[in-house]
């Protein structure tokens, strides 16, 4: 059971269709992780129906799921690996969420990883056309994140593992919001087990420790990478 969750507002947006397909698609990885936010999912959807058949007009017959397929296929025309996206293989691995599996058709054994220290790895996975970054980033057990503030919306979805921050304790399937106002961030992954997130970026974020600070001209490459 996820313990942090989208605020309604977003939720609503989500459920209308209305958010850019980075925002999205972490909230439907949340959401296949969160019965509370998809009975809520279900309510919005009934309550637009309704509100559609009352000024009679017909509902659109493509669900959310599938206006996000159809995004991501866009998308998948300026994905950063340079490749397609591609249908899912018959037998995609039950550890992708169903929302990202056109990203990873083969699953996170078969991500290809960049070191950017011994303790973090990120891979990208696309780039929306407002420019937000959408990328996995590992953190080894008991690795921390340097120390950084965000210039833009940072938007995680934990899919393996768990990690804190000062702010709290975050597991599978929960979705964290940081954004200009949260100073310092600096997760940390659980001793236990790798932990592996989603990350949607809408903006670099800036390294604050000394030593961290000189990624910065390396990262605005990728909003993690360098
Ligand atoms: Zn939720």
């Avoid at 599938?66 to 550890?95: I, Q, R, V």
Wanted: proline share 6%.
């Amino acid at each position: 059971m996820s313990n942090h969750h989208p605020s309604a507002d977003r939720l609503s947006c989500f459920a209308a269709g209305s958010l850019p397909m980075n925002q999205a698609l972490c909230i439907s990885v949340h959401a296949e992780h969160c019965p509370q936010c998809r009975r809520e999912l279900q309510r919005l959807e009934l309550l637009g129906a309704e509100l559609f058949s009352a000024v009679a007009v017909q509902r659109r017959s493509d669900n959310l799921k599938t206006a996000l397929m159809a995004k991501l296929d866009t998308l998948g025309l300026e994905a950063d690996t340079g490749s397609p996206a591609t249908e899912p293989k018959p037998a995609a691995p039950a550890n992708v969420p169903r929302s990202l599996r056109k990203l990873l058709p083969d699953g996170l054994q078969g991500v290809h990883w960049k070191r950017l220290s011994p303790a973090i790895y990120a891979a990208k996975l696309c780039t929306d056309v407002n420019g937000a970054k959408v990328e996995l980033l590992k953190i080894k057990a008991g690795g921390q994140v340097a120390s950084h503030n965000h210039s833009g919306e940072e938007i995680t979805v934990v899919l393996a593992g768990s990690f804190s921050d000062a702010d709290g304790v975050y597991r599978r399937g929960d979705i964290i919001f940081r954004d200009r106002e949260h100073k310092h961030h600096r997760p940390i992954a659980s001793q236990d087990a790798d932990c592996i997130c989603l990350t949607s970026v809408a903006a670099p974020i800036q390294f604050t420790g000394f030593f961290a600070r000189l990624l910065n001209p390396l990262i605005r490459r990728s909003h993690y990478s360098s």
